[in-house]
């Protein structure tokens, strides 16, 4: 009995230690389903599952696309999401927001307090 505790206690604290590692970095992170945009069109505010960590977007503009691939470091694990200013070099017009990691694409939403 004393050796199964053992093993179990040991394989419980590597998990305990592999999720704390895992919480501590997850990339790429997720954009929220809300995207706002800017009335010019230049200014994007999109929500990423980061929980107060320290986020990287990487932006890639297309004619039709603007291509957002999200990551973040040191994110505590916590649901919950970070609000992320991307300046365009175009005004985003008809073009789609898309997820540069999954293909997923967002809808931007107009927002009169962006750009004031």
């Known amino acids: 009995m004393r050796a199964v505790r053992g093993s179990t206690i040991r394989i419980v604290v590597a998990g305990l230690v592999v999720l704390a590692l895992g919480g ?3 990339d790429p992170a997720f954009i929220d389903d809300e995207i706002y945009v800017s009335p010019d069109g ?3 505010n999109i929500g990423i599952g980061s929980c107060n960590a320290d986020i990287v977007v990487t932006v890639e503009e297309t004619a039709t696309e ?20 991307v300046t365009l070099a175009k005004p985003l017009g008809e073009r ?4 540069g990691r999954n293909g997923e694409t967002f809808d931007a ?4 307090e962006l750009g004031r």
């Open 24 to 26: 501590c970095y997850s």
């Open 66 to 85: 603007v291509i957002v691939t999200p990551s973040v470091e040191n994110d505590s694990g916590d649901d919950c999401a970070d609000g992320f200013l």
């Open 42 to 44: 230049l200014l994007l």
């Open 109 to 112: 939403v107009v927002s009169y």
């Open 96 to 99: 789609t927001v898309v997820d």
